[in-house]
């Protein structure tokens, strides 16, 4: 079963920045494709961000484009999303997910998920 662990969550004002973490439990075809989506309160969970592990290639969300950031490090089976020029409306929880197989901003087509971490910005 894989395993995804997030962290770095925090409260942060806005224009402030934060770096997030989702540590994997394995990096292979299960986990091609790593995505970061949020849910903020009364809302449904959206799509952020995504990696896959063999390439350079990223996907962002219109809303986060030229302020958030995902990278992976492969030797520590990790994939980072650092967010910049936070403002309150980025508050929500992040989730870290995995797939195999091809880019996908679809929630459902995720097979495994982490516990999600909780962002707050304030205005």
């Known amino acids: 079963q894989v395993q995804l662990v997030e962290s770095g969550g925090g409260l942060v004002q806005a224009g402030g920045s934060l770096r997030l973490s989702c540590v994997a439990s394995?990096?292979?075809?299960?986990?091609?494709?790593m995505g970061w989506f949020r849910q903020a309160p009364g809302k449904e969970r959206e799509f952020v961000a995504a990696?896959?592990?063999?390439?350079?290639?990223?996907l962002y969300a219109d809303s986060v484009k030229g302020r958030f950031t995902i990278s992976r490090d492969n030797a520590k089976n990790t994939v980072y999303l650092q967010m910049n020029s936070l403002q309150p409306e980025d508050t929500a929880v992040y989730y870290c997910?995995?797939?195999?197989?091809?880019?996908?901003?679809?929630?459902?087509?995720?097979?495994?998920w982490g516990q999600g971490t909780q962002v707050i910005v304030s205005s």
């Open positions: 997910a995995a797939r195999p197989g091809a880019w996908s901003t679809e929630l459902r087509t995720y097979s495994y």
């Open positions: 394995e990096r292979t075809y299960r986990t091609n494709v």
């Open positions: 990696v896959t592990w063999s390439g350079t290639s990223t």
